[in-house]
T-cell receptor
Framework: GEDVEQSLFLSVREGDSSVINCTYT??????LYWYKQEPGAGLQLLTY?????DMKQDQRLTVLLNKKDKHLSLRIADTQTGDSAIYFC?????????FGAGTTVTVRA | ETGVTQTPRHLVMGMTNKKSLKCEQH?????MYWYKQSAKKPLELMFV???????ENNSVPSRFSPECPNSSHLFLHLHTLQPEDSALYLC????????????FGDGTRLSIL
């Protein structure tokens, strides 16, 4: 199966860290991705991780992968108002990307 | 991101009209994709083209007809659409169809009257 699940909403205070979680089912996934979608825009690639890695850091973003539990998370440090958006987790198997339904992150002052 | 450009950004059409969505990528990629994004549903992959050949048709109704004349351009021809086809249609491209990440355009918001 190719189900990807995420929680639908996350509210975080400006300056705090955000953690968005995702679970997937396809153990043959080669890459896992995080995309960001702002209102009226398409999906912006934030970061991705190869399935043989367990962590990747890119400036304020940290991706953790627990392949045994098929769990992926995205941590955003020092969350800013510009981080308010919908975040999509996606897994790749061959040429297919399977997306979760997206987590709406709201940053409050 | 301006690497993948979609036109028009918005389209309103009746059920009997024929229209086309256009996607152009300036990234030198070899694979292109059409996705449908409906409210409260995960993105649905519709079509995949690799080196201008269709490699995936994900059970899409025949009222949607893709065309890939070259590796930089992708079209989605629409005819006799239904109200449930109203959605955001996203185009994406990647260097290859297996390993490299997909880069998305800003989409065409389609409304069927």
């Amino acid at each position: 199966g190719e189900d990807v699940e995420q929680s639908l909403f996350l509210s975080v205070r400006e300056g705090d860290s955000s953690v968005i979680n995702c679970t997937y089912t396809d153990s043959s996934s080669t890459y896992l991705y995080w995309y960001k979608q702002e209102p009226g825009a398409g999906l912006q690639l934030l970061t991705y991780i190869f399935s043989n890695m367990d962590m990747k850091q890119d400036q304020r973003l940290t991706v953790l992968l627990n392949k045994k539990d098929k769990h992926l998370s995205l941590r955003i440090a020092d969350t800013q108002t510009g981080d308010s958006a919908i975040y999509f987790c996606a897994e790749r198997s061959d040429y297919k990307l399977s997306f979760g339904a997206g987590t709406t992150v709201t940053v409050r002052a | 991101e301006t690497g993948v450009t979609q036109t028009p950004r918005h389209l309103v059409m009746g059920m009997t009209n024929k229209k086309s969505l256009k996607c152009e990528q300036h990234l030198g990629h070899n694979a292109m994709y059409w996705y449908k994004q409906s409210a409260k549903k995960p993105l649905e992959l519709m079509f995949v083209y690799s080196l201008e050949e269709r490699v995936e048709n994900n059970s899409v109704p025949s009222r949607f007809s893709p065309e890939c004349p070259n590796s930089s351009h992708l079209f989605l021809h629409l005819h006799t659409l239904q109200p449930e086809d109203s959605a955001l249609y996203l185009c994406a491209s990647s260097q290859d169809s297996f390993n490299q990440p997909q880069h998305f355009g800003d989409g065409t918001r389609l409304s069927i009257l």
